[in-house]
Every structure is written in structure tokens, then in C-alpha cells.
């Protein structure tokens, strides 16, 4: 399974972007999805989850409200949707899949990663 996300860029804070994460090669429509951040000199952590469906969601508390997570299984794709953003939502945003299928929230549990796209806010 290949994953390539897109989307990232540069906004001023309260604004808005969409992330997105195309799936190829090896996708079934029966995956979890998940996207996971990491900023500079800092762990990577969750940000959203959803499971294969589409009918099971999580997201972290520091992003809930704000960010909605959406897949499109025709598409193998699964989206990020990011409002409100504040400076320290930059980050390197990354999607990863569970092929069990659920949703998901530690890094250990997912079993393939994108390389990753650049977020920054700025104040």
C-alpha cells in the first residue's frame, strides 16, 4: 500500500486547508485510516481516525471541533478537513492505515505511512 498525501501549505491562522491521502497499490475499502502530526522536535501524535466504513470516528481533543476526518472508498482516499487553525497546528501531517479496519489512535497500531505534507500557520 502506497499513500501520498497533499493539500499542505502555508495559512494565516483561522483559516482553513484540506488534506489529502490517495491510497494505491495493495487498497481495500476495508481499511482505517488515521492522520497523525509531528512538530518540530516534538513525538508524533494522533490527530483523527476512522474506520472502514466511515462509521466509527475519533479525533484528538486538541483538534475536536475543528478538524473532520472523511474517506471516499470509491476513491481510495481519505480527507482532512481543517478549520480554525491556530500556529500550533504546524506540523508535518501524515495518513497511515490500519488493514483490520478500525479506528485507531496509537502509532503502533497503524501498518503503512505517507512521507508526509508540510502545515504551517502563521500568526
Known amino acids: 500500500v502506497q499513500l501520498v498525501e497533499s493539500g499542505g501549505g502555508l495559512v494565516q491562522a483561522g483559516g482553513s486547508l484540506r488534506l489529502s491521502c490517495a491510497a494505491s497499490?495493495?487498497?481495500?475499502?476495508?481499511?482505517?485510516m488515521g492522520w497523525f502530526r509531528q512538530a518540530p522536535g516534538k513525538e508524533r501524535e494522533f490527530v483523527a481516525g476512522?474506520?472502514?466504513?466511515?462509521?466509527?470516528?475519533l479525533y484528538a481533543d486538541a483538534v475536536k471541533g475543528r478538524f473532520i476526518i472523511s474517506r471516499d472508498n470509491a476513491k481510495n482516499t481519505v480527507y482532512l478537513q481543517m478549520n480554525s487553525l491556530k500556529p500550533e497546528d504546524t506540523a508535518v501531517y501524515y495518513c497511515?492505515?490500519?488493514?483490520?479496519?478500525?479506528?485507531?489512535?496509537?502509532?503502533?497500531?497503524?501498518?503503512?505511512w505517507g512521507q508526509g505534507t508540510q502545515v504551517t500557520v502563521s500568526s
Open positions: 497511515a492505515t490500519d488493514v483490520r479496519g478500525l479506528v485507531r489512535s496509537r502509532i503502533s497500531e497503524y501498518d503503512y
Open positions: 476512522i474506520n472502514w466504513s466511515g462509521g466509527s470516528i
Open positions: 497499490g495493495r487498497t481495500s475499502s476495508t481499511y482505517g
